[in-house]
């Protein structure tokens, strides 16, 4: 059964910096695009970034863009999220989800697997 574990979410400044990483069981990691999305209290759930399956296309969202960036390994079946310079507006749940495509896309409606969510809360 394919599952998403997310970790590396916590209580940070405003300023600094977190690393989440997003571990996936299953033995076709490395065939699919990965995707982050987060969701603040009374909010919709929002793209934050993507990449695909063999890591050479990440797409950003624009409140994210040289701030966070997404990576993988694909040898440890884990997607990573290295934000830096959170703000306050960075303050969410945020989820990694599974696409069954090689091709990364911002649409939330074309992943099919989802993680639990790890909560980032950014102080200023």
């Known amino acids: 059964q394919d599952q998403l574990v997310e970790s590396g979410g916590g209580l940070v400044q405003a300023g600094g910096s977190l690393r989440l990483s997003c571990a996936a069981s299953?033995?076709?990691?490395?065939?699919?695009?990965m995707g982050w999305f987060r969701q603040a209290p009374g909010q919709e759930r929002e793209f934050v970034a993507t990449i695909g399956s063999s890591g050479d296309t990440p797409y950003y969202a624009e409140s994210v863009k040289g701030r966070f960036t997404i990576s993988r390994d694909n040898a440890k079946n884990t997607v990573y999220l290295q934000m830096n310079s959170l703000k306050s507006e960075d303050t969410a749940v945020y989820y990694c989800a599974r696409r069954t495509t090689s091709y990364p896309t911002r649409r939330y409606s074309s992943y099919d697997y989802w993680g639990q969510g790890t909560q980032v809360t950014v102080s200023s």
């Open positions: 299953g033995r076709t990691f490395n065939r699919y695009a």
